[in-house]
């Protein structure tokens, strides 16, 4: 059986977050650190602190969002009326970019900041996830343990508004900037994707026609 690309991400970023828990080292060698980038241009850790969690509930969290939205987009890029063969490259390129592009920000922000440190998934998942909405605006969606009762196109908005709002009370130590341009960036890429292979398929005009339909208009 061949397995999806995004099963084949969760099993790479499991074991490696699972060797992180009790590993320093792997930690600190894979941490998206911003000095270590500016001064000794390790790249790298643009892409490897999305193999690292900073414990088993983050790790959770994400791999359960990635396999609920992961295997959609992929399919759904795959799908004739999308990309066909190129879908599963389009889709790997996505999370992968994504990893990259979700943290420029942050770089940019903390570039000389000794003491930061990130590390997690949650940007190229948050890409994955809102690249589903765009595809599927109705799908019922919920909040961490609350049941999926709230339609992705109210959620999307609500989520980035959140997220926004935490970002600028930096009361925790969640990178919520890295969320929301992880967000903006699978947007974003669906829709260039389709621009630049010249399908059918408008991703724009297919999302508001699929919410007036929802709304009987």
Same mark, same amino acid.
């Given at each position: 059986?061949?397995?999806?690309?995004?099963?084949?991400?969760?099993?790479?970023?499991? +074991?490696?977050?699972?060797?992180?828990?009790?590993? =320093?080292?792997?930690?600190?060698?894979?941490?998206?650190?911003?000095?270590?980038?500016? /001064?000794?241009? /390790?790249?790298?850790?643009?892409?490897?602190?999305?193999?690292?969690?900073? @414990?088993?509930?983050?790790?959770?969290?994400?791999?359960?969002?990635?396999?609920?939205?992961?295997?959609?987009?992929?399919?759904?890029?795959?799908? %004739?009326?999308?990309?066909?063969?190129?879908?599963? &490259? +389009?889709?790997? $390129?996505?999370?992968?970019?994504?990893? #990259? #592009?979700?943290?420029? %920000?942050?770089?940019?922000?903390?570039?000389? =900041?000794?003491?930061?440190?990130?590390?997690?998934? $949650?940007?190229?998942?948050?890409?994955?996830?809102?690249?589903?909405?765009?595809?599927?605006?109705?799908?019922?969606?919920?909040?961490?343990?609350?049941?999926?009762?709230?339609?992705?196109?109210?959620?999307? %908005?609500?989520?980035?508004?959140? $997220?926004?709002?935490?970002?600028? /009370?930096?009361?925790?130590?969640?990178?919520?900037?890295?969320?929301?341009?992880?967000?903006?960036?699978?947007?974003?890429?669906?829709? !260039? !994707?389709?621009?630049?292979?010249?399908? @059918?398929? /408008?991703?724009?005009?297919?999302?508001? +026609?699929? &919410?007036?339909?929802?709304?009987?208009?």
């Amino acid at each position: 059986m061949e397995l999806s690309i995004t099963l084949i991400i969760i099993i790479i970023t499991t +074991l490696v977050s699972f060797g992180g828990f009790n590993n =320093d080292k792997i930690i600190n060698d894979l941490i998206f650190y911003p000095t270590a980038i500016t /001064q000794r241009n /390790q790249w790298y850790r643009f892409f490897s602190c999305g193999l690292i969690h900073a @414990d088993f509930t983050h790790l959770i969290f994400n791999m359960i969002s990635l396999y609920m939205f992961g295997g959609f987009v992929e399919n759904a890029f795959s799908s %004739p009326i999308l990309f066909g063969e190129k879908g599963k &490259i +389009l889709y790997t $390129s996505m999370y992968v970019l994504a990893l #990259f #592009f979700c943290l420029l %920000p942050t770089f940019a922000k903390h570039k000389n =900041d000794y003491h930061y440190r990130s590390l997690g998934a $949650s940007g190229a998942v948050s890409a994955v996830v809102f690249a589903g909405i765009l595809f599927n605006p109705t799908a019922k969606l919920g909040f961490f343990f609350i049941p999926p009762v709230i339609p992705g196109y109210i959620f999307g %908005p609500v989520y980035l508004i959140a $997220s926004t709002y935490l970002e600028k /009370q930096a009361k925790d130590n969640v990178n919520h900037s890295a969320h929301i341009w992880g967000a903006l960036f699978g947007i974003g890429f669906f829709i !260039a !994707a389709a621009a630049a292979l010249k399908t @059918d398929y /408008q991703p724009m005009e297919q999302f508001v +026609l699929k &919410i007036k339909g929802s709304l009987g208009m």
